[in-house]
């Protein structure tokens, strides 16, 4: 996992998003620990911790004192909302694009993401 050019602590909070859009970490769960994941990955702990704080600050995981941390609860949703926004603009704006540059309808679009779904 950790190679991909993003900054580790990027991958690491990437990491824990993906388990939680998966299901795989649910919500109210606890989230692994910066050591766990530092042993995992063989990274420096504050790495992960920088990680796993990002994702605090974002709201997807919450502290709880002496325990540790936890996957808020409508963590999974908010994800979704903001890779589905994030997904339109990567992929579907520059497809639109495209295809309105070739003459190409959302109709006849459609069809061909249908027949692709179909194969």
Do not use: C
């Amino acid at each position: 996992m950790i190679e991909d050019g993003a900054p580790i602590f990027r991958q690491i909070a990437d990491e824990i998003e993906n388990a939680i859009v998966d299901g795989s970490l649910p919500e109210e769960s606890q989230a692994p620990s910066s050591n766990e994941l530092a042993a995992f990955h063989r990274i420096n702990p504050a790495t992960a911790a920088k990680g796993l704080n990002q994702l605090v600050t974002d709201g997807v995981l919450y502290k709880r004192r002496g325990v540790g941390m936890f996957v808020a609860t409508g963590a999974r949703e908010q994800l979704l909302k903001r890779r589905r926004s994030e997904f339109a603009d990567q992929f579907v704006r520059p497809l639109m694009t495209e295809a309105q540059k070739l003459g190409i309808s959302v109709r006849e679009l459609a069809a061909m993401i249908d027949r692709w779904e179909e194969s």
